[in-house]
């Protein structure tokens, strides 16, 4: 069975373009999570849908990030405008429980440098 | 603050050692988790500890768990060099909304 996959796994642009993530979670999960990995500030969760839902977008850092989750098997994070500070390694998770104690299935990442 | 921290945050043993991880947490927690991530990959979840549990095994994997301390400990028994990763815990507060991960500790197994 597929895991969680992520596109593209590396990104590099330059400052105040546009940046899509996306993410397909695995078939039949109902829950998924948008992370951001830096060093400095560790793993931290962005936004958290359920049944394609927002239910906790408190992460997200600014009016610049917004996510979608269109249908079950898709989701994308937008950056608009990008920041330097905004490379990181991102990560989508799904889950299959409604709530985010279970154990969740990551996939391997974005890593996206802002020049 | 996070919720969980380990301790160390880096660990370097020989292969066949054994290597133990701590994660010491602030609030009351419904269950305790333990994630791999090797470099360059997304995390993997290892095993789940529910707040009324006090010890789990999987595999060469062992988990305590002691709530009165707010504490819990990973132990690799028998370590191999593919066990080479960084070991994350992760905790749900009672009350919360979210998983929050600690800083992880990197552990090396030389071989």
């Known amino acids: 069975d597929a895991g969680v996959i992520q596109s593209p796994r590396h990104e590099v642009t330059e400052m105040g373009q546009e940046v899509t993530l996306r993410c397909k979670p695995i078939s039949g999960h109902n829950s998924l999570f948008w992370y951001r990995q830096t060093m400095m500030r560790g793993l931290e969760l962005l936004i958290y849908f359920n049944n394609n839902v927002p239910i906790d977008d408190s992460g997200m850092p600014e009016d610049r990030f917004s996510a979608k989750m269109p249908n079950a098997s898709f989701s994308t994070l937008k950056i608009q405008p990008s920041e330097p500070r905004d490379s990181a390694v991102y990560f989508c998770?799904?889950?299959?429980?409604?709530?985010?104690?279970?154990?969740?299935?990551f996939g391997d990442g974005t890593r996206l440098s802002i020049l | 603050s996070q919720q969980g921290e380990e301790d160390p945050q880096a660990l370097s043993i020989q292969e066949g050692e054994n290597a133990t991880m701590n994660c010491s947490y602030k609030?009351?927690?419904?269950?305790l988790q333990w994630y791999r991530q090797n470099s360059g990959r997304g995390l993997v979840h290892l095993i789940l500890?529910?707040?009324?549990?006090r010890e789990k095994h999987s595999g060469r994997l062992r988990v305590t768990l002691d709530t009165s301390k707010k504490s819990s400990s990973l132990l690799i028994t028998a370590s191999r060099a593919a066990d080479t990763a960084s070991y994350f815990c992760a905790t749900d507060a009672m009350g919360g909304n979210k998983l929050v991960f600690g800083a992880g500790t990197i552990l090396r197994v030389k071989s």
């Open positions: 500890i529910r707040s009324n549990e």
């Open positions: 609030t009351s927690i419904n269950n």
């Open positions: 998770a799904s889950s299959p429980g409604r709530r985010q104690w279970g154990p969740q299935h």
